[in-house]
């Protein structure tokens, strides 16, 4: 038993940091209702998302019609595959991002890529945690100024 308990306060403390890292993920259907297909700007799609380490994007097609691959910038700007790019085909495929910085997916299938530009480029930030989250100070009265009152709550059920 002595072990057992000692092991509670380490396991306890390990889950405050892991869990709310984990809970804040964000699985982001690349295209949303569309997915991924020939015809979307995926530039549109993503311009107005922020993107994290653990945040996780999900490619849906139908199997066969497409496929993902990650390559470099260069890749991306010609549409160039290397040998050991490594190719999805599932028709739902899940890239968990691990790592800050440019990511670049392109289409293989015959001329998706260079001709109906079937490709997204993302910027990946880097997860900061804090615990406890951040609150902003209040802000400093102004010279000879006295500071008011707080207003008074209503009771709730009451406005």
Known sequence: MG???????????IAIFILPAVALATEYVVGDNDGWTIGVDYNDWAVDKKFYVGDVLVFKYNEGSHTVIKVNGT?????ITSPNS???????????????????????????????YQKLTITVMPKTMMWPPATAPAPAPEAGIEPSQ??????????
């Open 3 to 13: 072990l057992i308990g000692s092991r509670v306060p380490f396991v306890f403390v």
């Open 86 to 116: 490594g190719v999805l085909t599932s028709g739902d495929d899940k890239i968990t991002l691990l790592t800050p910085g440019n990511k670049w997916y392109i289409c293989g299938v015959s001329n998706h890529c260079s001709y109906y």
């Open 75 to 79: 890749g991306f700007a010609g549409c």
């Open 150 to 159: 707080p207003a008074s709550v209503a009771a709730p059920g009451s406005y």
